[in-house]
């Protein structure tokens, strides 16, 4: 089982045929566009917000 070479070249094989399938450049675009808007919800929370003053 642990020095069976086949099941990480596997997984890895496994890995790399989305981008090689037609279908897969939507997921890696859909994937894309998660990954930016978690980005900028991220920055949004980091980015200080400057104070309303009342008057």
């Given amino acids: 089982m642990?020095?069976?070479?086949?099941?990480?070249?596997?997984?890895?094989?496994?890995a790399g045929t989305l981008a090689l399938t037609g279908a897969g450049d939507i997921l890696w675009l859909g994937?894309?566009?998660?990954?930016?808007?978690?980005?900028g919800a991220a920055i949004k929370?980091?980015?200080?917000?400057?104070?309303k003053s009342e008057g």
């Fill in 45 to 51: 929370r980091i980015v200080p917000v400057k104070a």
């Fill in 2 to 14: 642990y020095n069976n070479a086949a099941a990480p070249a596997a997984a890895g094989a496994g």
């Fill in 31 to 39: 994937l894309a566009a998660f990954a930016m808007v978690a980005l």
